[in-house]
């Protein structure tokens, strides 16, 4: 059975994987975090796997150098499901540029299986795309 404290422990390091600039301790904290066949996406990219992800967030740190995750409040979770939102902001504080919320799924063993990412405000849907 999860619980509240592994719901938040898990989000935090789901978090902690985005800041961690160290590829080896990056890599280490993605294969405790994440399954093997893992998904992620949001409304600008999409990662499948181990190497999937951390190569989504080598892209992201090299595009916004200096910007970290941070949780806003508490995880919410129940049964395998969770939602964690979060800001994206200069390290030593100050204005986000981003916030957002991620809704996962995890796995029977207690790792991320899925995480779907949305942005505030939510984006303009692409031409061609209707809005649901």
Same mark, same amino acid.
């Given at each position: 059975?999860?619980?509240?404290?592994?719901?938040?422990?898990?989000?935090?390091?789901?978090?902690?994987?985005?800041?961690?600039?160290?590829?080896?301790?990056?890599?280490?904290?993605?294969?405790?975090?994440?399954?093997?066949?893992?998904?992620?996406?949001?409304?600008?990219?999409?990662?499948? @796997?181990?190497?999937?992800? =951390?190569a989504?967030? %080598? /892209? +992201?740190?090299?595009? #916004?150098?200096?910007?970290?995750?941070?949780?806003?409040?508490?995880?919410?979770?129940?049964?395998?499901?969770l939602?964690?939102?979060?800001?994206?902001?200069?390290?030593?504080?100050?204005?986000?540029?981003?916030?957002?919320?991620?809704? @996962?799924?995890?796995?029977? =063993?207690?790792?991320? %299986? /899925? +995480?779907t990412?949305? #942005?505030?405000?939510?984006p303009?849907?692409?031409?061609?795309?209707?809005?649901?």
């Amino acid at each position: 059975m999860t619980t509240a404290t592994d719901h938040t422990d898990l989000a935090d390091r789901c978090l902690a994987i985005w800041n961690e600039t160290d590829e080896v301790r990056r890599r280490d904290l993605i294969a405790r975090t994440w399954t093997e066949d893992a998904l992620y996406l949001d409304p600008s990219q999409r990662g499948e @796997g181990h190497a999937g992800i =951390d190569a989504m967030v %080598r /892209a +992201v740190q090299a595009r #916004f150098p200096g910007l970290r995750f941070r949780r806003i409040g508490p995880v919410d979770g129940f049964q395998d499901r969770l939602r964690v939102a979060w800001e994206f902001g200069p390290e030593g504080g100050g204005a986000p540029v981003l916030t957002g919320l991620d809704v @996962g799924i995890l796995a029977e =063993d207690g790792r991320l %299986r /899925a +995480v779907t990412g949305f #942005f505030d405000p939510a984006p303009a849907p692409a031409a061609g795309r209707a809005a649901s």
